[in-house]
């Protein structure tokens, strides 16, 4: 049985990548996961129990306050004044405009999807041109130091100063892709004319927008909770991996944490860390950079009817993945982590707390930078 729905599931998959036979492949992997669901009623029911936890628990909390304040600080014009004073360096090193650097900042503080809530606010404000949007994303779509830093580096793998070679390796990584993927774009040139308006702080509206964008990352978290789990019922990813593993001769357990890591990395992660793979910390920066499957679809939901093109997005972050493992196996032998002792152990609270901070702080002074700026000029 486990067999008939291996073939079927991996038949979908193939149908799926021809262009022609797309919707035939949608339509297979649909009927066969609605059999599942029916046949395995406690694995779906317990799954999305599961996906439903982690979002409310982990999600939600990390993600929820720094939505709210991205809208807010684009209400008040912020943005604005990050894109002014960043514009001459991000368009040199990025070759986009200034409000590259504001989504990016946005991005390193509050993790996926973040970056891309930031693109979607630009394009429909009309800040940013077409281009624009796919150029920036390459570089703004990273995790937050509160999953990194705290639930991987503190939690997993029981040390801070893991978590944060991980988010380093993680960041500059972000920086390298932006960019090798830019390196033959044209640059994007943009006059910026500063106007007085008179903002309103719309708290109620914030928080629609954000709540609105909370319920599709739900949605995400709790199917490909589901997914995962029933692909696992017929051991989808350990008739995977035993193939794989004949083919390139590695080890075959291995291998399927690898590929379950590739659809979801919170659980992927923990997984890795319990498992005997060899440079742990290496495949963990890939996930991290790469972001799974799931946070794709997640970008994808907040980014429809964008017009970003998902392929592009998806190969930039499989060159992020592998740019980040490269500059954690540089970081680890600089530092020569082997012969560091760790003990002491950060509050992931504390670290929330920290990042929120240490985020408004930023604002603050960039904001206070531009207004002494824009007085000398007008004075």
Same mark, same amino acid.
Request: charged share 15%; hydrophobic share 50%; glycine share 6%.
């Given at each position: 049985?486990?067999?008939?729905?291996?073939?079927?599931?991996?038949?979908?998959?193939?149908?799926?990548?021809?262009?022609?036979?797309?919707?035939? *492949?949608?339509?297979?992997?649909?009927?066969?996961?609605?059999?599942?669901?029916?046949?395995? $009623?406690?694995?779906?029911?317990?799954?999305?129990?599961?996906?439903?936890?982690?979002?409310?628990?982990?999600?939600?909390?990390?993600? /929820?306050?720094? /939505?709210?304040?991205?809208?807010?600080?684009?209400?008040?014009?912020?943005?604005?004044?990050?894109?002014?004073?960043?514009?001459?360096?991000?368009?040199?090193? /990025?070759?986009?405009?200034?409000?590259?650097?504001?989504?990016?900042?946005?991005?390193?503080?509050?993790?996926? $999807?973040?970056?891309?809530? @930031?693109?979607?606010?630009?394009?429909?404000?009309?800040?940013?041109? $077409?281009?624009?949007?796919?150029?920036?994303?390459?570089?703004?779509?990273?995790?937050?130091?509160?999953?990194?830093?705290?639930?991987?580096?503190?939690?997993?793998?029981?040390?801070?100063?893991? *978590?944060?070679?991980?988010? !380093?390796?993680?960041?500059? !990584?972000?920086?390298?892709?932006?960019?090798?993927?830019?390196?033959?774009?044209?640059?994007?040139?943009?006059?910026?004319? #500063?106007?007085?308006?008179?903002?309103?702080? =719309?708290?109620?509206?914030?928080?629609?927008?954000?709540?609105?964008?909370?319920?599709?990352?739900? *949605?995400?978290?709790?199917?490909?909770?589901?997914?995962?789990?029933?692909?696992?019922?017929?051991?989808?990813?350990?008739?995977?991996?035993?193939?794989?593993?004949?083919?390139?001769?590695?080890?075959?357990?291995?291998?399927?944490?690898?590929?379950?890591?590739?659809?979801?990395?919170? =659980?992927?992660?923990?997984?890795?860390?319990?498992?005997?793979?060899? =440079?742990?910390?290496? +495949?963990?920066?890939?996930?991290?950079?790469?972001?799974?499957?799931?946070?794709?679809?997640? +970008?994808?939901?907040?980014?429809?009817? &964008?017009? @970003?093109?998902?392929?592009?997005?998806?190969?930039?972050?499989?060159?992020?993945?592998?740019?980040?493992?490269?500059? &954690?196996?540089?970081? &680890?032998?600089?530092?020569?982590?082997? %012969?560091?002792?760790?003990?002491?152990?950060?509050?992931?609270?504390?670290? /929330?707390? #920290?990042?929120?901070?240490?985020?408004?702080?930023?604002?603050?002074?960039?904001? %206070?930078?531009?207004?002494? &700026?824009?007085?000398? %000029?007008?004075?």
């Amino acid at each position: 049985m486990e067999k008939i729905f291996f073939i079927l599931i991996a038949l979908s998959f193939i149908l799926l990548f021809i262009k022609k036979y797309n919707n035939a *492949g949608l339509k297979l992997m649909i009927f066969v996961i609605l059999i599942l669901i029916i046949l395995n $009623p406690n694995v779906s029911l317990n799954s999305a129990k599961d996906g439903l936890n982690l979002f409310l628990y982990t999600v939600f909390p990390s993600l /929820f306050p720094f /939505f709210i304040i991205n809208d807010l600080l684009m209400s008040v014009g912020i943005a604005e004044n990050i894109a002014i004073i960043f514009n001459k360096p991000i368009n040199r090193i /990025f070759k986009t405009s200034g409000y590259g650097a504001y989504a990016f900042i946005i991005s390193i503080f509050s993790g996926y $999807p973040a970056g891309a809530k @930031v693109v979607k606010e630009l394009i429909e404000a009309k800040k940013i041109s $077409p281009k624009e949007r796919e150029r920036i994303l390459t570089f703004s779509s990273t995790s937050g130091p509160l999953f990194i830093i705290g639930a991987v580096g503190a939690g997993m793998l029981k040390s801070n100063l893991l *978590g944060y070679i991980l988010y !380093a390796s993680h960041i500059i !990584a972000s920086v390298l892709n932006g960019i090798i993927c830019n390196l033959f774009s044209k640059r994007e040139k943009k006059d910026y004319i #500063y106007e007085h308006k008179n903002t309103i702080l =719309n708290l109620n509206n914030s928080i629609k927008n954000s709540l609105i964008t909370m319920g599709f990352i739900s *949605g995400y978290i709790i199917f490909f909770s589901v997914i995962i789990n029933l692909l696992d019922t017929i051991s989808f990813f350990n008739i995977i991996s035993v193939i794989l593993s004949k083919l390139f001769n590695v080890n075959s357990f291995s291998l399927s944490i690898f590929i379950k890591s590739l659809f979801e990395i919170s =659980n992927g992660c923990k997984l890795i860390v319990s498992s005997s793979i060899s =440079n742990k910390l290496l +495949v963990i920066s890939f996930i991290l950079s790469f972001s799974g499957i799931s946070i794709l679809y997640q +970008v994808k939901g907040v980014l429809y009817g &964008c017009n @970003v093109s998902f392929k592009k997005y998806i190969l930039s972050k499989i060159n992020h993945g592998i740019l980040s493992s490269i500059v &954690c196996y540089f970081i &680890c032998k600089i530092t020569n982590i082997n %012969t560091i002792k760790f003990n002491y152990q950060i509050n992931i609270n504390h670290l /929330f707390v #920290y990042s929120a901070i240490s985020l408004l702080i930023l604002i603050l002074i960039l904001n %206070t930078f531009y207004y002494l &700026c824009n007085k000398k %000029t007008t004075d």
